[in-house]
């Protein structure tokens, strides 16, 4: 599915505020929204439907998903029963996302609702929940899953833990999502802590494409969701330009590239891992043929390190013109012209690189 999404939180802002938002989002191809009824206050239900129906409404003319964060408190507050959903119905809600206190046999129950609501359960605690949920039967159409988001530093997944997770959920065939952060200032979440939103606490604070980036090179993640609102337009727009099939590196240029190093940077047929794949370097070959008449002169010809991305240079003949990223330090004997290099975090994506896997850049920094 691969699909972009981003997040709304109406007690902290206004119906024209969200709707302006909804519609650049929509200009940038996302698809979801997540918001959340957690802290409806003193309002009435009737209130509260009016309130989130203006923003669903604009979403809905953007071709977007909407899903609405709720718990047994909200249920109650607002007068609804597991049985009778039709409050969500009204507010023209997509679906619910479990928050907590629902047991399985009511969660299985829901997913029945007539009304076609989506019941999105919690991805990021035991699973033990999400089984017993299976147990009995539920609409299996309706049931789709979704990780938390973490407001404090230091309390989000790791990544191994992350991995289990979406493996189970994966066995039973549901779509999982996500969450991302937006490092724009003054973004907020639903509550007064705010040190950031993400699902994977090794995502804090790095680059918001970045983020979306890992999180497709994992490819075991179908929605991808911006906790915080409200992100920079340049963000969402680096988001939405992220291709989900294409390995794709954060670059630190080096040295000024010469119009033909640039274009084989931005190689048009695309860049390919080798097949018979080398453990010091990642091997991209088809310039080397595209490139074969252009002169590609030495320079910057230092020592190399993991995560350098070189140019072979005219003194290597034949292979002029290939590029490469190094997996393990090496000597440089002159004939290979370091363009740039990845930032540290972006190293874990060098682990996503099988053979012939498609890869790109996008210049950092």
């Known amino acids: 599915?691969?699909?972009?999404?981003?997040?709304?939180?109406?007690?902290?802002?206004?119906?024209?505020?969200?709707?302006?938002?909804?519609?650049?989002?929509?200009?940038?191809?996302?698809?979801?929204i997540f918001t959340c009824l957690l802290s409806v206050g003193d309002r009435t239900k009737e209130e509260v439907i009016r309130d989130f129906r203006v923003r669903i409404d604009a979403a809905h003319e953007e071709g977007m998903e909407v899903?609405?964060?709720v718990s047994p408190a909200v249920f109650e507050r607002l007068?609804?029963?597991?049985?009778?959903?039709?409050?969500?119905?009204?507010?023209?809600?997509?679906?619910?996302?479990?928050?907590?206190?629902?047991?399985?046999?009511?969660?299985?129950?829901?997913?029945?609702?007539?009304?076609?609501?989506?019941?999105?359960?919690?991805a990021s605690t035991e699973m033990g929940f999400i089984e017993n949920v299976m147990t009995h039967h539920p609409d299996r159409k309706k049931v789709v899953?979704?990780?938390?988001f973490y407001p404090q530093k230091y309390t989000g997944l790791g990544l191994a833990?992350?991995?289990?997770?979406?493996?189970?959920?994966?066995?039973?065939?549901?779509?999982?999502?996500?969450?991302?952060?937006?490092?724009?200032?003054?973004?907020?979440?639903?509550?007064?802590?705010?040190?950031g939103l993400c699902t994977l606490e090794m995502h804090r604070g790095l680059p918001l494409d970045f983020q979306v980036r890992h999180?497709?090179?994992?490819?075991?993640?179908?929605?991808?969701?911006?906790?915080?609102?409200?992100?920079?337009e340049e963000e969402m727009k680096a988001c939405a330009g992220v291709n989900p099939s294409v390995l794709t590196f954060g670059l630190l240029l080096e040295k000024e590239l010469t119009e033909t190093e640039q274009a084989v940077l931005d190689f048009s047929e695309g860049h390919v891992v080798r097949g018979d794949m080398s453990e010091y370097m990642l091997r991209s070959t088809w310039p080397r043929v595209t490139f074969a008449k252009e002169s590609i002169p030495a320079e910057n010809t230092r020592d190399l390190v993991r995560g350098d991305v070189v140019i072979?240079?005219?003194?290597?003949s034949r292979y002029k013109g290939e590029l490469h990223i190094v997996l393990k330090d090496m000597p440089n004997d002159g004939r290979k012209n370091v363009i740039g290099r990845l930032p540290e975090y972006e190293?874990?994506?060098?682990?996503?690189?099988?053979?012939?896997?498609?890869f790109a850049f996008t210049v950092c920094g």
């Open 1 to 32: 599915m691969a699909r972009l999404g981003f997040s709304i939180y109406p007690e902290h802002s206004t119906p024209e505020q969200d709707v302006e938002y909804i519609r650049m989002a929509g200009r940038y191809g996302f698809e979801r």
């Open 67 to 69: 899903m609405l964060d």
């Open 79 to 122: 007068g609804i029963s597991y049985d009778h959903l039709d409050p969500f119905v009204e507010m023209h809600a997509d679906g619910i996302r479990l928050d907590e206190g629902f047991n399985g046999a009511q969660t299985s129950a829901m997913t029945y609702n007539r009304q076609g609501l989506k019941i999105e359960l919690n």
């Open 145 to 148: 899953a979704c990780h938390n």
């Open 161 to 195: 833990h992350f991995n289990r997770c979406n493996e189970f959920i994966k066995k039973h065939r549901l779509t999982v999502a996500a969450f991302v952060s937006s490092n724009t200032e003054g973004a907020y979440g639903p509550w007064p802590v705010n040190e």
């Open 215 to 232: 999180l497709f090179a994992l490819g075991n993640v179908d929605d991808i969701l911006i906790a915080n609102a409200y992100v920079s």
């Open 312 to 316: 072979l240079n005219d003194g290597y």
């Open 347 to 358: 190293h874990i994506l060098l682990d996503y690189a099988d053979p012939w896997k498609p």
